[in-house]
T-cell receptor, first 110, second 112 residues
Framework: DVKVTQSSRYLVKRTGEKVFLECVQD?????MFWYRQDPGLGLRLIYF???????EKGDIPEGYSVSREKKERFSLILESASTNQTSMYLC?????????FGQGTRLTVV | KQEVTQIPAALSVPEGENLVLNCSFT??????LQWFRQDPGKGLTSLLL?????REQTSGRLNASLDKSSGRSTLYIAASQPGDSATYLC???????????FGAGTRLAVHP
């Protein structure tokens, strides 16, 4: 069965910390994505990757970076966490138009 | 720019009712449309994917239709159950690589 795993369900970090959110998929998919979900704003694309070491900015990349050293792993990095990055973060991978999501990481920045 | 709208934003129905959730999109040049379910605090689960060449897809009590020319899709849920309570989102790809544009979702509550 298809599986996308995010390393943490809940995370609390301090302002200014460097934060790593990890995502692993076991389906050999080329495309992987990071979205954030906020009440009233819905899901918004932060970054995506279409191959190892290949990445492109989504709609809201400011304050974030990503890393994809291996095909199965896509990491989202908050360079210096701020309170406005408190959100639900969702990782996804896709193949032939179908998208598969992880369980989400609820990040709180205090 | 593609925009996706879902109506209604929330719906509360008694168990057993048949119901329809609506999704509309502004750019009809889509390859497909996908319906997802999201339980509170959890990730998204894909329910149905309709290709642009198809008119509808069915899975159990769920039936999704797609009318590209009018920019609309509907998700029909037959004989609703309390376990169907969740938020339902529709999404269309935009800009290549299956980047998805999501609607804001319909929050469904089915009460016994």
């Amino acid at each position: 069965d298809v599986k996308v795993t995010q390393s943490s369900r809940y995370l609390v970090k301090r302002t200014g910390e460097k934060v790593f959110l990890e995502c692993v998929q076991d389906m050999d998919h080329e495309n992987m994505f990071w979205y954030r979900q906020d009440p009233g704003l819905g899901l918004r694309l932060i970054y995506f990757s279409y191959d190892v070491k290949m990445k492109e900015k989504g709609d809201i990349p400011e304050g974030y970076s990503v890393s994809r050293e291996k095909k199965e792993r896509f990491s989202l990095i908050l360079e210096s966490a701020s309170t406005n990055q408190t959100s639900m973060y969702l990782c996804a991978s896709s193949l032939e138009w179908k998208a598969f999501f992880g369980q989400g990481t609820r990040l709180t920045v205090v | 720019k593609q925009e996706v709208t879902q109506i209604p934003a929330a719906l509360s129905v008694p168990e057993g009712e048949n119901l329809v959730l609506n999704c509309s999109f502004t750019d009809s040049a889509i390859y497909n449309l996908q319906w997802f379910r999201q339980d509170p605090g959890k990730g998204l689960t894909s329910l149905l994917l309709i290709q642009s060449s198809q008119r509808e897809q069915t899975s159990g009590r769920l039936n999704a239709s797609l009318d590209k020319s009018s920019g609309r899709s509907t998700l029909y849920i037959a004989a609703s159950q309390p376990g169907d309570s969740a938020t339902y989102l529709c999404a269309v790809p935009s800009g290549g690589y299956n980047k998805l544009i999501f609607g804001a979702g319909t929050r469904l509550a089915v009460h016994p």
